[in-house]
């Protein structure tokens, strides 16, 4: 299965439902299910934003599964829109790039560790399933 690792706090926002869009400069033709993998590396300023919401930030753990429903061109228009949805979550940042439109956010509780990689990654059935059953 494809997986994607994010910092802290943008994994745990996207497991909670909070952040419905992954914003990359990279196109990604895929649509479908991809597992949301909580790196090591956190976004220290965005944190202190974040923290009042009393949620958990586990690193280096397989946390969500979702789906990436289209992957959008930004353009000044619909960052604006996407800023207006949730201001908490997306602020008032003029972005280029893409917008991967998420969506069926499942959590998943893990306890085993999982260093994460760059770009999109790939966990075989098997240790998928082992690390569904911790």
């Known amino acids: 299965m494809k997986v994607i690792t994010l910092k802290q706090p943008w994994a745990t926002l996207v497991a909670e439902g909070l952040k419905k869009y992954e914003f990359r400069t990279w196109n990604f033709n895929f649509r479908g299910e991809i597992l949301i993998h909580a ?15 009393n949620f958990q930030f586990p690193k280096k753990r397989i ?40 969506a069926n956010v499942e959590k998943i509780y893990t306890n085993k560790i999982i260093s994460g990689k760059q770009g999109i ?8 399933s082992t690390i569904l059953n911790k």
């Open 63 to 102: 946390i969500a599964k979702v789906t990436i429903e289209d992957c959008i061109k930004l353009n000044y228009e619909l960052n604006k829109n996407i800023c207006l949805e949730n201001p908490l979550i997306y602020g008032v940042k003029n972005r280029t790039g893409y917008a991967w439109k998420l």
């Open 121 to 128: 990654w790939y966990i075989d059935d098997d240790e998928l």
């Open 39 to 53: 790196g090591a590396g956190v976004d220290k300023e965005a944190m202190k934003k974040y923290e009042k919401l």
